[in-house]
């Protein structure tokens, strides 16, 4: 039983990971209605910028706080430069680009910091909690913590701001957001770098555990995909629970389903999202899109 | 060689301008039948030149060609369940890579020789395809696209799992075909031949298959599926078919792709191959019908260049590669050549006018 | 799909005429082309006279000398690109200072193949039949190098010390133009049950392995070695290169109740795994990490006081081991490094592999009788006790007819402090276990 739950803790805590990549895809989805693939690099990126900081003997939590600022920044020159340009062409070809965004940033991130691994500061105490043969490290609730708080701060946003009234507008129809006033161009932009930050934050959390390299994130990414799809792509609660139940159930089937084992646990993911995808399209918290022919 | 290409793009130019004139007052003699039929022409200078091809490149550039191809053969597929059908696809590599494998474990198990795997393997990856096509069709957008991605992911350890059918992680290792001795061809040359055949017979088949009522309705489906429902198509059979029909041509290409380098293994067709394909028909022009092709080039090409330009980071080149065509070619190079033959047709035209 | 503009009108019987031109034209060009035959494969780049008559020269001269290398310059690889700058840090040293090669300007040409079989066999025809170069100086990856390799035996074109320890290079005899240079997996696995057997003849061994020709060739080899002993694997699990983590497969092994734990892992997930190995305190198994993560960079970022005791074998001088600080050749290799590449970090292991292998390549060429093709290829399968300084002293180059393994020695080493210590002999795997056979 004791094996058991330190099996479901370790979901959590892998969870919690995927969880926090998600929250950035479904705030970048929300605000321009695509899918970024370079989410995850971005976030890598931030974090070497993070690690170059403290290399250069800054507090970590200065270099954090620079961090973030800088992938804001980032985030919203990269929209004003690079996603500008085919803001009007087909949705395709809005994700090719950040296909290429992909590849760029990712072979960058080599050519700078090359690929050898990198050793980044945890910012929460090492040990765990101790209760009933289980131990629950004070990383993982860490990470927890964090995941819960940014989720928060994004429902208060998406719900009672101004920017996130407009944000809901733009991404249902930019046309008549443009209409009432909202400037459009800016909303994307903040988006994006709003979406960059909440990644950033991502990579600082993950880095510790998982170790600085350029292909840090690829991994995270597809589960941060399965854990958008099955919360829902447009609900910041439902990437975290999506994630969390996603880091739970291939924990647990890679561990006590002979058959599945540590090779076949990424069908788990797969398997859930196309059973709820195919009982509820839109996602465990999504609302349904009605249509207009 | 080089002559009969210059006569085909003035004649090509020409007929362009003839098109542009809505065809009155057509040249009556040998020049009339060129400029009426010019994309029949073209259209066979191009098959010349690609017969004549891997008698004067060197084995490496017949070998290059020859994975232009196979790739455009996949390409073609997807092209017609993205660009015709409507429905994205992040999982293609997938399919590609069923139809590399049945025809390996076909050719290293049973023995079978190597003309038979072909339609077998298109047999084996259509059957997929359509099954495929049945959880598929309830999905759309966004989210079909993140499950096909899934599958391609999981394929890989599924294909390490059955070790004793697809050699696992190692992979199998094949005898490459031999070609017939009458030909005196050079195996090379053989296996770009079986390339260019299965390339034709792919852009054929989807030709027809569009020019058809299922593809009169495919695109009823992808342009407003509601209007197509009430004309009476029915949405979710058709885009079955259009799975099975691209998963079939990605198994096909596969098959070549299998002969050709002779060698499968897991790691050959992770999920960068099916983003690769995707990004490829996206840069070569989404529905368009030398798109595949020109996405083919792309694939194989510009890779290549990238290193040249910057051997210490290529990824850092051919990203930025993929996004400036994007900002030039919003619909693919296919549209941008359309567009430039537009352009070209116009200044041309007006000249002609102001001649006459 | 529009309809062309101009044919609309002519109708099928046009069509069919049209058609039927077209396919007449085709197969008049297919039959004159075929008429002027095929091709033959043979080389053009010109054979030897004298003693070596009729060998290949090609890519060769008395003065120069070019190379071709395929490594994984992007994609998930990438760490791995690190290794031609120390070849070519290696190649500029000689060039500049010793008058080359045996007395030729080595050219090195590198391409990337990010890791992909296909590309990996575009690339090798490129260099071969493009850039003409001598031979291929390194393929990476058992994939690339297994998709290659047919092509190279048919060409006759030496493919040699490539950069993968998978067992079949050695053990296969239809491929002579291909050798191996690093100690193989296998060979590297009865190391480790030697190890265990005189220390735990008991062990119940834990294994975690990445799931690819790598980790299944070391897990076999491994297999294999204990059988007739005590040694039990009590459990083992995979773990995929996209997996973004090793924590879950850590935990179940934890609970296998192993006290021996096999650590068959690439860099960045040996790390996630000597991390875990530390956090989980209630098990405290005797750690073996394969070589492949066993330089200091693995074991650094996880830090020193957890990995305490981590006991692995290597065949070559790692940089960052304080031991080695005053050894000549690796003086000699920070020297160069600084000078000819110097952008990239001497610390970086990969670096002194792609010296010593630059190395190896030299004495073998130096050795060959006939400096062309063939000669380079008996040179390689007639290695006697080559001595290569960046390798550990004891480690020598050896093959022959029935030996196609360069390097077959290894010693044990173990982390302590904050360097690795060698401890025992150096242990060659030929003498102690006998040739790899199946």
Request: proline letters at 5%.
């Amino acid at each position: 039983m004791a094996d058991f739950v330190q099996q479901f803790v370790g979901g959590l805590g892998a969870g919690a990971i995927y969880a926090s990549l998600a929250l950035a895809l479904v705030l970048i989805y929300q605000f321009t209605g695509i899918v970024n693939f370079a989410q995850g690099e971005l976030a890598m990126f931030a974090t070497y910028i993070a690690w170059t900081f403290i290399d250069a003997g800054l507090p970590f939590w200065l270099a954090l706080v620079l961090t973030l600022a800088i992938s804001f920044v980032g985030g919203m020159l990269i929209e004003r430069v690079i996603i500008r340009p085919v803001e009007g062409a087909p949705e395709l070809t809005l994700v090719i680009v950040t296909v290429g965004l992909f590849i760029f940033v990712n072979a960058a991130a080599g050519w700078i910091w090359s690929f050898l691994i990198k050793d980044f500061p945890n910012p929460f105490p090492g040990g765990a909690l101790q209760a009933g043969g289980v131990s629950l490290a004070y990383s993982t609730l860490g990470v927890l913590a964090v995941v819960g708080g940014v989720m928060g701060l994004l429902y208060l946003m998406f719900r009672y701001t101004k920017i996130g009234l407009g944000m809901r507008a733009v991404a249902t129809n930019p046309e008549s957001a443009r209409l009432v006033g909202i400037r459009v161009g800016w909303t994307l932009a903040f988006g994006w770098g709003l979406a960059a930050l909440v990644g950033a934050v991502s990579g600082v959390l993950v880095a510790p555990l998982l170790f600085l390299e350029p292909n840090m994130m690829g991994g995270v990414l597809i589960y941060a995909f399965a854990a958008a799809t099955l919360g829902g792509f447009d609900s910041p609660l439902g990437a975290v629970v999506g994630g969390l139940i996603v880091g739970v159930a291939e924990t647990l089937a890679g561990s006590y389903v002979d058959f599945i084992g540590s090779d076949l646990k990424i069908g788990v993911p797969l398997a859930i999202i196309l059973g709820v995808l195919l009982l509820r399209p839109q996602g465990l918290f999504g609302r349904a899109v009605v249509e207009r022919a | 060689m080089s002559e009969s290409t210059d006569t085909t793009e003035t004649t090509e130019a020409a007929g362009a301008a003839e098109a542009v004139k809505g065809g009155s007052g057509t040249p009556p003699g040998v020049a009339g039948y060129a400029v009426r039929n010019w994309r029949m022409l073209a259209l066979g200078a191009l098959l010349l030149l690609a017969v004549a091809a891997p008698f004067q490149l060197v084995p490496f550039r017949v070998f290059q060609l020859t994975m232009v191809m196979v790739y455009a053969v996949a390409l073609v597929g997807l092209n017609l369940l993205v660009g015709h059908a409507g429905q994205i696809s992040l999982g293609h590599g997938a399919f590609f890579a069923v139809g590399a494998y049945s025809t390996a474990v076909m050719m290293y198990h049973w023995d079978l020789p190597y003309p038979v795997t072909f339609p077998l393997a298109a047999a084996v990856a259509f059957v997929l395809g359509y099954a495929f096509g049945v959880p598929a069709t309830r999905l759309r957008g966004l989210y079909l696209a993140l499950v096909t991605l899934a599958i391609a992911i999981f394929l890989v350890p599924l294909l390490k799992r059955f070790e004793s059918v697809t050699g696992g992680s190692m992979g199998l290792t094949l005898e490459k075909p031999e070609p017939p001795a009458w030909t005196g061809l050079a195996q090379d040359q053989w296996l770009y031949f079986l390339a260019l055949a299965g390339t034709v017979l792919a852009f054929l088949v989807v030709h027809y298959l569009l020019r058809s009522r299922v593809g009169r309705a495919m695109h009823s489906v992808r342009d407003n599926e509601t209007a197509a429902e009430v004309m009476g198509v029915r949405p979710a059979s058709y885009k079955r078919r259009a799975f099975a029909w691209s998963s079939m041509i990605a198994g096909a290409a596969g098959c070549l792709y299998t002969w050709t380098i002779g060698f499968v293994s897991p790691d050959s067709f992770t999920v960068n191959l099916s983003i690769t394909l995707l990004a490829g028909i996206v840069v070569g022009g989404l529905g368009s019908t030398w798109g595949p092709l020109l996405g083919g080039l792309f694939v194989m090409f510009v890779p290549s260049w990238s290193q040249d330009i910057n051997k210490a980071a290529p990824g850092v080149i051919f990203g930025l590669l993929i996004i400036a065509v994007m900002y030039v070619a919003p619909t693919g190079l296919a549209g941008l050549a359309g567009r430039a033959a537009h352009w070209f047709n116009k200044t041309r035209s007006n000249r002609i006018l102001r001649k006459g | 799909m529009r309809r062309p503009l101009g044919s609309g009108r002519s109708g099928n019987g046009g069509r069919l005429r049209r058609g039927t031109a077209v396919s007449a034209a085709v197969l008049l060009a297919a039959t004159t082309a075929a008429a002027c035959g095929g091709r033959d494969d043979g080389d053009d780049g010109g054979t030897a006279t004298g003693a070596c008559e009729g060998q290949q020269t090609t890519g060769i001269t008395d003065s120069s000398l070019k190379l071709g290398g395929i490594y994984p310059l992007s994609g998930p690889a990438s760490a791995y690109g690190a290794i031609p700058k120390g070849i070519k840090a290696y190649f500029d040293y000689v060039n500049k200072e010793k008058g080359g090669v045996d007395g030729r300007q080595v050219e090195f040409v590198v391409r990337d193949d990010g890791y992909q079989p296909p590309k990996a066999v575009e690339e090798a025809r490129r260099l071969v039949e493009q850039e003409q170069v001598f031979a291929l100086f390194q393929t990476l990856g058992t994939p690339s190098t297994t998709a290659t390799w047919d092509y190279t035996s048919q060409r006759k074109v030496p493919q040699i010390f490539v950069a993968t320890g998978a067992s079949k290079w050695g053990t296969d005899d239809k491929h002579p133009w291909t050798i191996g240079w690093q100690p193989n997996y296998v060979s590297e696995a009865r190391v480790y049950a030697q190890h265990l057997k005189q220390e735990k003849p008991k062990a119940k061994v834990a294994v975690l392995f990445q799931n690819d020709d790598f980790g299944k060739d070391l897990l076999d080899g491994f297999k294999k070695a204990i059988e007739g002993s005590e040694i039990k694997i009590v459990q083992e699990e995979s773990y995929e290169v996209t997996d973004p983590s090793v924590e879950a497969q850590m935990r179940d092994l934890a609970g296998s109740g192993a006290d021996v734990f096999l650590n068959v892992t690439t860099p960045k997930f040996g790390s996630q795994a000597l991390a875990a190995d530390a956090k989980i305190t209630d098990w405290n198994p005797l750690h073996i990490l394969n070589n492949v993560a066993a330089s200091v960079t693995v074991l650094e970022p996880v830090g020193f006081k957890n990995v305490q005791g981590v006991v692995s074998s290597t065949y070559y001088k790692d940089p960052n081991d304080p031991q080695w600080a005053d050894d000549a050749e690796m003086k000699l290799y920070r020297d160069k490094m600084k000078q000819y590449s110097p952008g990239a970090d001497p610390n970086v292991p990969y670096h002194a592999f792609g010296w010593a292998v630059a190395t190896s390549f030299h004495k073998t060429l130096e050795a060959a009788e006939c400096k062309t093709r063939e000669g380079l290829r008996d040179s390689m399968r007639n290695l006697k006790d080559v001595e290569v300084p960046m390798l550990l002293p004891g480690v020598k180059m050896s093959t022959g007819p029935d030996d196609g393994f360069p390097i077959e020695a290894m010693q044990m080493m173990k982390f302590e402090g904050e360097r690795w210590t060698l401890t025992g002999e150096v242990i060659d795997t030929r003498k102690v276990f006998g040739p790899l056979g199946d």
